[in-house]
């Protein structure tokens, strides 16, 4: 079993900064890829950023691109999303995921792919 357990949101003004972390505890996920995701109210969970299994290659959404950097250091079985130049419409749920282990093809961007969970950090960007 995997707890996963997201923290770091918060309300930021436009053009702020926050940074979310996603600890997790149980089966080492240290050889599974890693994503975010986030929910607009009204709206479906869409992808923002996935990591591999090793840090060494990244994956974001366009909307996020040169905004957002994703890390993980696997001795703390933590991963992180560096956000900047924050915009209204990146206001939402933001959830940490975990692909259930070593996958060729990783970092999808489709929420069935992932397997573990955590509850969510509310990042509100408002004035």
């Known amino acids: 079993q995997v707890q996963a357990v997201e923290s770091g949101g918060g309300l930021v003004q436009p053009g702020g900064s926050l940074r979310l972390s996603c600890a997790t505890s149980?089966?080492?996920?240290?050889?599974?890829?890693m994503a975010w995701f986030r929910q607009a109210p009204a709206k479906e969970r869409e992808f923002v950023a996935a990591?591999?299994?090793?840090?060494?290659?990244?994956l974001y959404a366009d909307s996020v691109e040169d905004r957002f950097i994703i890390s993980r250091d696997n001795a703390k079985n933590t991963i992180w999303l560096q956000m900047n130049s924050l915009k209204p419409e990146d206001t939402g749920v933001y959830y940490c995921?975990?692909?259930?282990?070593?996958?060729?093809?990783?970092?999808?961007?489709?929420?069935?792919?992932?397997?573990?969970w955590g509850q969510g950090t509310q990042v509100t960007v408002s004035s």
């Open positions: 990591i591999r299994w090793n840090g060494g290659r990244t």
């Open positions: 995921a975990a692909e259930p282990g070593y996958r060729p093809v990783w970092g999808s961007c489709l929420t069935y792919e992932y397997d573990y």
């Open positions: 149980g089966r080492t996920l240290s050889d599974a890829a």
